[in-house]
Every structure is written in structure tokens, then in C-alpha cells.
T-cell receptor
Framework: KAGVTQTPRYLIKTRGQQVTLSCSPI?????VSWYQQTPGQGLQFLFE???????NKGNFPGRFSGRQFSNSRSEMNVSTLELGDSALYLC??????????????FGPGTRLLVL | AQKVTQAQTEISVVEKEDVTLDCVYE???????LFWYKQPPSGELVFLIR??????QNEISGRYSWNFQKSTSSFNFTITASQVVDSAVYFC?????????????FGKGTHLIIQP
């Protein structure tokens, strides 16, 4: 079974631009979560989607948004990019409703550099 | 709010030595789940183990073992006879609550270096 895939793997943008990252979960998985990893803040939860609905959201500004499609694929968007948005963005999928007991399986990440 | 502390920022040992990675957590929930992930240089987080708050049995999987103690809020991870391929950053994580749970709360990670 293929794992979680994320595209693109690397991205360079300039301040003020916007970016869209894509995530395809493991086949059959219905919940997708996004995390941001930076050297300073570590791994931080962005949001979680299940059945095309956002279930939870971390403490990030409104510039960070996401959505999930009927095939469980997910996209996240960051508008008006800032230098501090440079990070590794990780997507994770879990089998069902995303409850605390669900194990999340991570993709390889998208490394975003904002200049 | 949840919190996970991995006090060891970096550990360096020689191959074949045993090494223990510490993890201490804080939560007010009585039902919670603890996880360990491994992050090699490629960046992908690899799932290692999940433990629920009601199961304090230690677990052994090959060279890996985990010691969960609710009394000290710790969930430590030991690698026996370490190998160079074990070199990675290891993260301990916590998730609490029911169906509306927030995402995983991660520790800062321990960078494990196994020298040949």
C-alpha cells in the first residue's frame, strides 16, 4: 500500500506570495492532518480534516487555510507569505475519524523556503 | 493543555551501546495516547509505537523497548545494541481527548547519533 504523498517536495517563494501544498493520504484513510516543523518552534499542529470538514485547528493565523476533497486528498494554502513561514510542512493521514487513538502516518513533507 | 518534554537535545553513543531516550508528558485528561516517531534525514516521520493511558505494560520489539510509567508521567524509549542506522531525530508525542481531539503535541525531539 502506498504511503502518504505530498507535492511538491520543495518550493521557493517570495514574501507576499501565496502557496498551495497538496497531500494524498494512504488509500482508504479518511482523515488528514497538517503540521509545520521549524527549528525554533518544532512540530506544531495546523489543522485536521475528516469527510471534507475541518475538525480541529491549531494556533495559526487565518493566512493558513486548508480543505479536503471527496477523495480525501487535501490541500493547504498559505497566503501573503512571510519569512517565518519557511518550514517543513508535513501531512499525516489516519484511517477513520481522527480521534485521539488513531495513529497518524506521515508523508515526506514539503520544504518551503520564503525569500 | 498538553505538554511533552524531551530533555535530551542530542545523544551521541558508539555503535552497540544501549541508549535510552527520555520523554515526560503533562495532561489533565485521563484518556490519552502516547507515540514515538523517528525522523531520519529524509524528513519523513516514521511511526514506531502507540500506547494508551490504560495500558502500562512495557513493550519490546526487537532491539526497541518502551517503558511507560503513569506515576512519573514518563514514556521512555530504549534501543539495545544500537546501530548506525538508528541515527535520527526521535520524537515523543501525546494526543488526548475523544473524537474531537486536537492534533498531536510533540516534544522538541532528541537527535540520536550512533558512531561506528
Amino acid at each position: 500500500k502506498a504511503g502518504v504523498t505530498q507535492t511538491p517536495r520543495y518550493l521557493i517563494k517570495t514574501r507576499g506570495q501565496q502557496v498551495t501544498l497538496s497531500c494524498s493520504p494512504i488509500s482508504g484513510h479518511r482523515s488528514v492532518s497538517w503540521y509545520q516543523q521549524t527549528p525554533g518552534q518544532g512540530l506544531q499542529f495546523l489543522f485536521e480534516y475528516f469527510s471534507e470538514t475541518q475538525r480541529n485547528k491549531g494556533n495559526f493565523p487565518g493566512r493558513f487555510s486548508g480543505r479536503q476533497f471527496s477523495n480525501s486528498r487535501s490541500e493547504m494554502n498559505v497566503s501573503t507569505l512571510e519569512l517565518g513561514d519557511s518550514a517543513l510542512y508535513l501531512c499525516a493521514s489516519s484511517a477513520t475519524s481522527g480521534g485521539a487513538q488513531e495513529t497518524q502516518y506521515f508523508g515526506p513533507g514539503t520544504r518551503l523556503l520564503v525569500l | 493543555a498538553q505538554k511533552v518534554t524531551q530533555a535530551q537535545t542530542e545523544i551521541s553513543v558508539v555503535e552497540k551501546e544501549d541508549v535510552t531516550l527520555d520523554c515526560v508528558y503533562e495532561t489533565r485528561d485521563t484518556t490519552y495516547y502516547l507515540f514515538w516517531y523517528k525522523q531520519p534525514p529524509s524528513g519523513e516521520l516514521v511511526f514506531l509505537i502507540r500506547r494508551n493511558s490504560f495500558d502500562e505494560q512495557n513493550e519490546i520489539s526487537g532491539r526497541y523497548s518502551w517503558n511507560f510509567q503513569k506515576s512519573t508521567s514518563s514514556f521512555n524509549f530504549t534501543i539495545t545494541a544500537s546501530q548506525v542506522v538508528d541515527s535520527a531525530v526521535y520524537f515523543c508525542a501525546l494526543r488526548a481527548g475523544g473524537g474531537g481531539a486536537d492534533g498531536l503535541t510533540f516534544g522538541k525531539g532528541t537527535h540520536l547519533i550512533i558512531q561506528p
